[in-house]
């Protein structure tokens, strides 16, 4: 199995940036790509960026230009660094792993337990 969680949320104000960290322990050779998700209160979860294991990156076009996405495979790492925030920023933003087909969780991926951004306007 495959644990995620991650760290750095907080309240900020708008235009302020904020750097969120997700580390990854247990079955590690078990993650493929990984990814932010969010939920605001009363939507859907909706996916921020994803990066594959080759580092190749993809965005919800509304963060586009100032969010940015890593991954530092040795430390088992993902972060979300994330400028010019706004108020429709504010959510809980979850840390997703793809499992590798022979891991179990391949059918349902690894979720951690979300953390906190809150923007002030």
């Known amino acids: 199995q495959v644990q995620l969680e991650e760290s750095g949320g907080g309240l900020v104000q708008a235009g302020d940036s904020l750097k969120l960290s997700c580390t990854a322990s247990?079955?590690?050779?078990?993650?493929?790509?990984m990814g932010w998700y969010r939920q605001a209160p009363g939507k859907e979860r909706e996916l921020v960026a994803g990066?594959?294991?080759?580092?190749?990156?993809k965005y919800q076009s509304s963060v586009k230009g100032r969010f940015t996405i890593s991954r530092d495979t040795a430390k088992n790492m993902l972060f979300l660094q994330m400028n010019s925030l706004q108020s429709d920023d504010s959510a809980d933003y979850y840390c997703?792993?793809?499992?590798?087909?022979?891991?179990?969780?391949?059918?349902?991926?690894?979720w951690g337990q979300g953390t906190l951004v809150t923007v002030s306007s």
């Open positions: 997703f792993a793809d499992a590798r087909p022979w891991c179990s969780g391949y059918t349902s991926g690894y």
């Open positions: 247990g079955d590690t050779n078990c993650i493929a790509a």
């Open positions: 990066i594959t294991d080759g580092g190749a990156t």
